[in-house]
C-alpha cells in the first residue's frame, strides 16, 4: 500500500481529493495545518507529498527543502496557480519532483500521482540514495558507512537485527533504514521502548488482549507485534524486557505465533524484529537479568553504532540538518551561527551523541532572538563545560574593575564576561543601554548575567569607579 500526504488548507480540495483514491491500494492522509503535517513528515514515511503552495504563504522558511530533506526518496508533487509558475519552478530546484498547476481534473492528479510512484520505486535502491544516507545525513564518517552499508547488505532479508551502541547514537534511525530498504516498506514501522512500559503492561501492548481478559479490558485489542504485521517491529532497550516477556517473545521468533492475554488460541504473525540496547546483554546474561537463548535469537546480525565522538566528521552535517529541521518546524529562520558557538559545538564531546546534539539546537531555536546562534542561545551547562578555546589576547578597557583574568590566551566565555562587565561599567550599570550596545534584548542580557554571576560582581564594579 502506498503512503500519500496532502498538504492543504483549501476545504474545496480536500472535498475533490475524497474517495479519489482506492484504499486499498493508496493510504491517504490530508493535512490543513501545515506544522502538524511537518511534524508527521518527521515521523512517518511517504511515498507521494503532495504540496499546495497557497498553503505556505505565512511561513517564511522553504517547505520544500525540508521535506526533501526529512523525506530523501519521497517524491514531491506541487500544486500552485497556472499563474505562478515560476513558483513551481523554484520548488522544483529546491527538491520537487513535479508540479500540477490549478485548477486540474481529479484524472489528472490521479496520473501524476501514479507516475511519481513509478519513479520512487525506480530509485529506492539507486546511488542516490545511498549517497544521501552514506554522505548527507552523517557526512560520510567511515564509521557510520560502515553502519549503512552493512544495514543495507541485511534489508533485503528477514533477518533479526540487534543493534548496540550508548544512548542517541541512532539506532531507531538505523532501523527505519532497514525498513526503508527491505520489502516490507510499505507497511508499518513501529517503534516501542521496552524500558518506558510498566512491566504490568508491557505483555499486553505486544501481545494484545481479548475482551475480559482483565478489569478494563472492555474490547479486543491488538498488540504491537500484530499491529506491524508484514512490517517491522523496532524493540528498543530490549535490555530492559522482563525475563517473563523474553520467553513469549523468544517462542514469538521461533514459531512466529502470538498468543493474546487472555487468549487459548494461538495466531500467525509475519513481523520482523529488530532489537537495540545500550546494555551490555553478555554481562546481563552472567546476571541472570536476559536469556541467552533470547540473546542468541536476536543476535543473528549484530550492528555496533559508533558515539559522535568517535566521527566527529559528522558533527558538521549533523548540526546543519538539526537547524534546517527545527527552524522550519518552529517557523523561526536562522541566518547564521557564529563561529564562537560552531566551534564550541564542534570540539564538544556529545556525552548523549546525536540525540543531545539535536536537543542543544533545538534549545537554542527556542531561546534564539536575533535569528543568528550566538553563545547566549546555548544551554548553560554546554557554556559553562565545554572546552577551552584558545583565542588571541583580549585587552579590557578598565582592567582595575574587570573580574575576568587577563592572561595571554582566554576561554571564549571569559572574553564574553569580560565584555559585557565592561558595558556595563560604561553605562553604570544601565541594562537598557548595556543591551543596545552589546546588540542583544534586555532578556537576552538577563540570561547572561545570571550566567556570569555578573549580578554579585556589578555593585563592586560600580563602586570601584567612585574610588
Same mark, same amino acid.
Given at each position: 500500500?502506498?503512503?500519500?500526504?496532502?498538504?492543504?488548507?483549501?476545504?474545496?480540495?480536500l472535498?475533490?481529493?475524497?474517495?479519489?483514491?482506492?484504499?486499498?491500494?493508496?493510504?491517504?492522509?490530508?493535512?490543513?495545518?501545515?506544522?502538524?503535517?511537518?511534524?508527521?513528515i518527521?515521523?512517518?514515511?511517504?511515498?507521494?507529498?503532495?504540496v499546495d503552495?497557497?498553503?505556505?504563504?505565512?511561513? &517564511?522558511?522553504?517547505?520544500?527543502?525540508?521535506? +526533501?530533506? #526529512?523525506?530523501?526518496? *519521497?517524491?514531491i508533487?506541487?500544486?500552485t496557480? =497556472? @499563474?505562478?509558475?515560476?513558483?513551481?519552478v523554484?520548488?522544483?530546484?529546491?527538491?520537487?519532483s513535479?508540479?500540477?498547476?490549478?485548477?486540474?481534473?481529479?484524472?489528472?492528479?490521479?496520473?501524476?500521482?501514479?507516475?511519481?510512484?513509478?519513479?520512487?520505486?525506480?530509485?529506492?535502491?539507486?546511488?542516490?540514495?545511498?549517497?544521501?544516507?552514506?554522505?548527507?545525513?552523517?557526512?560520510?564518517?567511515?564509521?557510520?558507512?560502515?553502519?549503512?552499508?552493512?544495514?543495507g547488505?541485511?534489508?533485503?532479508?528477514?533477518?533479526?537485527?540487534?543493534?548496540?551502541?550508548?544512548?542517541?547514537?541512532?539506532?531507531?534511525?538505523?532501523?527505519?533504514?532497514?525498513?526503508?530498504?527491505?520489502?516490507?516498506?510499505?507497511?508499518?514501522?513501529?517503534?516501542?521502548?521496552?524500558?518506558?512500559?510498566?512491566?504490568?503492561?508491557? &505483555?499486553s501492548?505486544?501481545?494484545?488482549?481479548? +475482551?475480559? #481478559?482483565?478489569?478494563? *479490558?472492555?474490547?479486543?485489542?491488538?498488540?504491537? =507485534? @500484530?499491529?506491524?504485521?508484514?512490517?517491522?517491529?523496532?524493540?528498543?532497550?530490549?535490555?530492559?524486557?522482563?525475563?517473563?516477556?523474553?520467553?513469549?517473545?523468544?517462542?514469538?521468533?521461533?514459531?512466529?505465533?502470538?498468543?493474546?492475554?487472555?487468549?487459548?488460541?494461538?495466531?500467525?504473525?509475519?513481523?520482523?524484529?529488530?532489537?537495540?540496547?545500550?546494555?551490555?546483554?553478555?554481562?546481563?546474561?552472567?546476571?541472570?537479568?536476559?536469556?541467552e537463548?533470547?540473546?542468541?535469537?536476536?543476535?543473528?546480525?549484530?550492528?555496533?553504532?559508533?558515539?559522535?565522538?568517535?566521527?566527529?566528521?559528522s558533527?558538521?552535517?549533523?548540526?546543519?540538518?538539526?537547524?534546517?529541521?527545527?527552524?522550519?518546524?518552529?517557523?523561526?529562520?536562522?541566518?547564521?551561527?557564529?563561529?564562537?558557538?560552531?566551534s564550541?559545538?564542534?570540539?564538544?564531546?556529545?556525552?548523549?551523541?546525536?540525540?543531545?546534539?539535536?536537543?542543544?539546537?533545538?534549545?537554542?531555536?527556542?531561546?534564539? @532572538?536575533?535569528?543568528?546562534?550566538?553563545?547566549?542561545?546555548?544551554?548553560?551547562?554546554?557554556?559553562?563545560?565545554?572546552p577551552?578555546?584558545?583565542?588571541?589576547?583580549?585587552?579590557?578597557?578598565?582592567?582595575?574593575?574587570?573580574?575576568?583574568?587577563?592572561?595571554k590566551?582566554?576561554?571564549?566565555?571569559?572574553?564574553?564576561?569580560?565584555?559585557i562587565?565592561?558595558?556595563?561599567?560604561?553605562?553604570?550599570?544601565?541594562?537598557?543601554?548595556t543591551?543596545?550596545?552589546?546588540?542583544?534584548?534586555r532578556?537576552?542580557?538577563?540570561?547572561?548575567?545570571?550566567?556570569?554571576?555578573?549580578?554579585?560582581?556589578?555593585?563592586?564594579?560600580?563602586s570601584?569607579?567612585?574610588?
Amino acid at each position: 500500500m502506498k503512503n500519500i500526504i496532502f498538504i492543504t488548507n483549501e476545504n474545496k480540495l480536500l472535498n475533490e481529493l475524497t474517495g479519489l483514491f482506492p484504499e486499498t491500494k493508496y493510504r491517504v492522509e490530508s493535512i490543513q495545518n501545515v506544522s502538524e503535517s511537518l511534524k508527521k513528515i518527521t515521523q512517518t514515511i511517504y511515498d507521494v507529498i503532495v504540496v499546495d503552495m497557497e498553503s505556505t504563504f505565512d511561513f &517564511e522558511l522553504d517547505i520544500i527543502s525540508f521535506i +526533501k530533506q #526529512a523525506q530523501p526518496l *519521497a517524491e514531491i508533487i506541487v500544486l500552485t496557480d =497556472i @499563474e505562478k509558475i515560476d513558483q513551481a519552478v523554484e520548488s522544483m530546484k529546491k527538491g520537487a519532483s513535479l508540479y500540477l498547476p490549478k485548477p486540474f481534473k481529479k484524472e489528472h492528479l490521479l496520473l501524476i500521482i501514479e507516475k511519481a510512484l513509478r519513479t520512487r520505486e525506480q530509485s529506492i535502491y539507486s546511488e542516490q540514495y545511498e549517497k544521501i544516507i552514506l554522505n548527507d545525513t552523517v557526512g560520510g564518517s567511515g564509521a557510520m558507512k560502515r553502519v549503512f552499508e552493512l544495514a543495507g547488505k541485511v534489508a533485503p532479508t528477514d533477518t533479526t537485527v540487534l543493534l548496540i551502541g550508548e544512548s542517541g547514537t541512532g539506532k531507531e534511525l538505523t532501523a527505519k533504514v532497514i525498513h526503508i530498504l527491505s520489502r516490507r516498506r510499505h507497511k508499518p514501522f513501529i517503534a516501542v521502548n521496552c524500558g518506558a512500559i510498566p512491566e504490568n503492561l508491557l &505483555e499486553s501492548e505486544l501481545f494484545g488482549y481479548t +475482551k475480559g #481478559a482483565f478489569t478494563g *479490558a472492555v474490547t479486543d485489542k491488538k498488540g504491537l =507485534i @500484530e499491529e506491524a504485521n508484514s512490517g517491522t517491529l523496532f524493540l528498543d532497550e530490549i535490555g530492559e524486557m522482563p525475563l517473563s516477556l523474553q520467553v513469549k517473545l523468544l517462542r514469538f521468533l521461533e514459531e512466529k505465533t502470538i498468543r493474546k492475554v487472555g487468549d487459548s488460541k494461538s495466531i500467525s504473525i509475519n513481523t520482523r524484529i529488530i532489537a537495540a540496547t545500550n546494555k551490555n546483554l553478555s554481562q546481563a546474561i552472567k546476571d541472570k537479568q536476559f536469556r541467552e537463548d533470547l540473546f542468541f535469537r536476536i543476535n543473528v546480525i549484530q550492528i555496533s553504532l559508533p558515539p559522535l565522538r568517535d566521527h566527529k566528521e559528522s558533527i558538521h552535517a549533523l548540526i546543519n540538518h538539526f537547524l534546517h529541521k527545527y527552524s522550519l518546524e518552529m517557523q523561526k529562520k536562522i541566518h547564521k551561527i557564529s563561529p564562537e558557538v560552531m566551534s564550541i559545538l564542534l570540539n564538544y564531546n556529545y556525552p548523549g551523541n546525536i540525540r543531545e546534539l539535536g536537543n542543544i539546537i533545538q534549545y537554542a531555536i527556542v531561546i534564539d @532572538e536575533d535569528r543568528v546562534l550566538s553563545l547566549n542561545d546555548l544551554p548553560d551547562y554546554l557554556s559553562i563545560n565545554s572546552p577551552a578555546l584558545t583565542l588571541p589576547e583580549y585587552t579590557t578597557s578598565n582592567t582595575a574593575t574587570s573580574n575576568v583574568s587577563a592572561e595571554k590566551t582566554s576561554t571564549i566565555m571569559d572574553i564574553e564576561k569580560s565584555h559585557i562587565l565592561n558595558v556595563l561599567n560604561e553605562f553604570n550599570g544601565n541594562k537598557t543601554k548595556t543591551a543596545q550596545k552589546l546588540g542583544i534584548s534586555r532578556s537576552s542580557l538577563w540570561r547572561k548575567i545570571k550566567r556570569y554571576s555578573l549580578n554579585l560582581i556589578i555593585p563592586l564594579a560600580i563602586s570601584l569607579l567612585y574610588i
